[in-house]
C-alpha cells in the first residue's frame, strides 16, 4: 500500500492541535504558509490561541530537521514543506492572492515533485472543492468524529407483560439481558392493559431499577414530559458527575439544569455555587469583541440565561415577586456568569457547571473544560447538534456528539434526548417546519 502525503490546513490544528500525531505510518506535511497564520494566531487568549500555541510548542520540542522531515513515534514522517519558485506554476489555475490558494498550491506542488498519493485534509468545505477541481484529493478531518444519526436516545420503550410489569414495581429491579443498554439509560415499559413503569438501567449491577418521584415540582417547576422528567432525575442524582441533554430550541433543557441547579446549590448546599457559560463566538473569540464592561458583555450574550433564570424565579416566588428573588440569587455569590474562554485553566470543585450551546464547542475545547471538574463537580452540556453556528463543525464534529459517543458507557455520565417543544404551540410549530 502506498504512503499517503498528508496536507493540513490551518483550521484542521486548531480544531484538533494533536491532529499532527493522527495519521499513523504516513507522511504529515505543513505548508510554511500553515505555520505563519499559527504564528499569527498564538497571540489570542482564546481557545484557538491556545491551540495554535500548542501546535507551535509541539514543532519546538521536536528533534531534527523539519525541512527533510522528522520520524514520528506512530510511524509517521513529519515535515515542514517551504514552496518552491523553481517549480512552475503551470497547471495551477488559481491565484496566489490567499492563504488558502498558497495552502493549495504547496499540495499540488507535492504532487507535481512525484508524491504518489496527496490529500489535502481541511475542514473547510469550499478548499476542499477547490483541491478536487485541480486534481487533488480532499478530505474533511474525521478524527474526533462520531456520528449523530446513530446517538441512544436516553430513553426507549419496551413493551412488557402486564404480570412482569406488576413484578418489577413490587421488586423494584428487573434483569433483561436481551436489552443492551448503556449506563443510566432510561427506560418506560409499557403493555396493552395500559400498565406502566420507568427504570433506569444501573450498569454496576446489571438490572434496571425502579425510578420514582418523577414529576415532583422544583421550584415552581414541574417536568411536562418523559423526557424532562428523566433529566431532573438525572440532574438530582449526585453519582451522576456529566450530563448531555440535546434538544431543539424550547424543549426543556436549560430551564431544567438551571432549576435542578438551583435546588441543589441554594437548599440542599450539594455545591458551592453555580457556573454558567455559553460560546462567546461562533469562532471562539473571546469576548473583547464585545461593546462594554465585561459585565455588560456577559449580560448581553448571557441574556437566555438570565430569561430562564426570571422564568423560575417567577414560578417560585408567585405574586410579581421573581425579580426581588432573582436579584437576591445574583447578589448571593452562589451564581456565576462567565465565558468559556475563562473557565480554562480554573480549579472548579464543588461546583455545578451549565455549558450551554455546547454544540458549538470543539471536542477538544470541551475536554479543556471537562478535565477542569475537581471534586464535587457536576458537569451538563446542552444544545442542539442540528444547529451549529461554528463554519468547521457539523452534527458528528462537535463537543456534544462526541461526549455522548465517547462517555455512554461510563457509569458517572446520563444523556437525554428532547423530543417535544414546551414553550408554545407557535414555537412547537416552528421548530418542526422552519
Not at 484542521?12 to 504558509?33: C, R
Not at 418521584?213 to 411536562?224: A, D, F, N, R
Request: charge should be neutral; aromatic fraction near 8%; glycine fraction near 8%.
Amino acid at each position: 500500500m502506498a504512503i499517503k502525503t498528508f496536507v493540513l490546513d490551518t483550521n484542521v490544528l486548531l480544531h484538533d492541535p494533536d491532529a499532527i500525531q493522527k495519521f499513523e505510518g504516513n507522511e504529515v506535511v505543513m505548508p510554511l504558509v500553515v505555520l505563519e497564520e499559527l504564528d499569527k494566531m498564538k497571540r489570542f487568549s482564546d481557545e484557538l490561541g491556545k491551540n495554535a500555541r500548542q501546535v507551535i510548542r509541539f514543532i519546538d520540542e521536536t528533534e531534527g530537521d523539519l525541512f527533510k522531515g522528522i520520524q514520528l513515534k506512530n510511524g509517521a514522517t513529519f515535515s515542514i514543506f517551504v514552496e518552491s519558485k523553481s517549480v512552475q506554476k503551470e497547471g495551477f489555475p488559481l491565484p496566489l492572492d490567499s492563504n488558502k490558494h498558497r495552502i493549495l498550491f504547496a499540495a499540488y506542488q507535492l504532487k507535481q515533485m512525484g508524491r504518489e498519493v496527496v490529500v489535502m485534509i481541511s475542514k473547510d468545505f469550499v478548499l476542499r472543492i477547490k483541491a478536487e477541481s485541480i486534481g487533488l484529493k480532499a478530505e474533511n478531518y474525521e478524527s474526533l468524529k462520531e456520528s449523530f444519526d446513530n446517538l441512544y436516545r436516553g430513553l426507549r420503550k419496551v413493551e412488557l407483560p402486564k404480570s412482569d410489569i406488576d413484578q418489577f414495581l413490587v421488586k423494584g429491579s428487573i434483569e433483561l439481558p436481551n436489552e443492551k443498554m448503556v449506563a443510566n439509560e432510561y427506560v418506560r415499559f409499557h403493555c396493552t392493559e395500559k400498565s406502566s413503569a420507568m427504570g433506569i438501567y444501573n450498569a454496576k449491577k446489571g438490572r434496571i431499577e425502579q425510578v420514582k418521584g418523577l414529576s415532583g415540582e422544583i421550584w415552581g417547576i414541574k417536568p411536562l414530559n418523559e423526557e424532562q422528567e428523566c433529566a431532573m432525575d438525572m440532574l438530582m442524582n449526585d453519582e451522576i458527575k456529566l450530563i448531555t441533554m440535546i434538544g431543539q430550541a424550547g424543549t426543556g433543557k436549560t430551564l431544567m439544569a438551571l432549576t435542578c441547579g438551583l435546588r441543589k446549590t441554594f437548599d440542599e448546599g450539594v455545591y458551592n455555587r453555580i457556573l454558567i457559560s455559553r460560546p462567546i463566538m461562533p469562532l471562539g473569540k473571546d469576548i473583547g469583541y464585545l461593546p462594554g464592561t465585561k459585565e455588560e458583555k456577559m449580560y448581553h450574550w448571557m441574556q437566555p440565561i438570565y430569561d430562564n433564570l426570571e422564568y423560575v424565579c417567577e414560578a417560585t416566588s408567585g405574586s410579581g415577586n421573581g425579580s426581588d428573588t432573582k436579584q437576591w440569587i445574583m447578589d448571593s455569590d452562589k451564581i456565576e456568569m462567565e465565558a468559556v474562554t475563562f473557565i480554562r485553566g480554573r480549579s472548579l470543585a464543588h461546583t455545578y457547571i451549565i455549558i450551554d450551546e455546547a454544540q458549538n464547542l470543539t471536542p477538544h475545547e470541551v475536554k479543556t473544560i471537562v478535565s477542569r471538574a475537581g471534586k464535587g463537580t457536576k458537569v451538563i452540556l446542552t444544545g442542539d447538534p442540528t444547529q451549529i453556528d461554528n463554519p468547521y463543525l457539523d452534527k458528528d464534529s462537535n463537543a456534544l456528539t462526541y461526549v455522548v459517543s465517547r462517555f455512554k458507557k461510563e457509569p458517572i455520565f446520563g444523556h437525554i434526548m428532547f423530543e417535544k417543544t414546551e414553550r408554545s404551540q407557535l414555537a412547537a410549530i416552528a421548530a418542526k417546519v422552519l
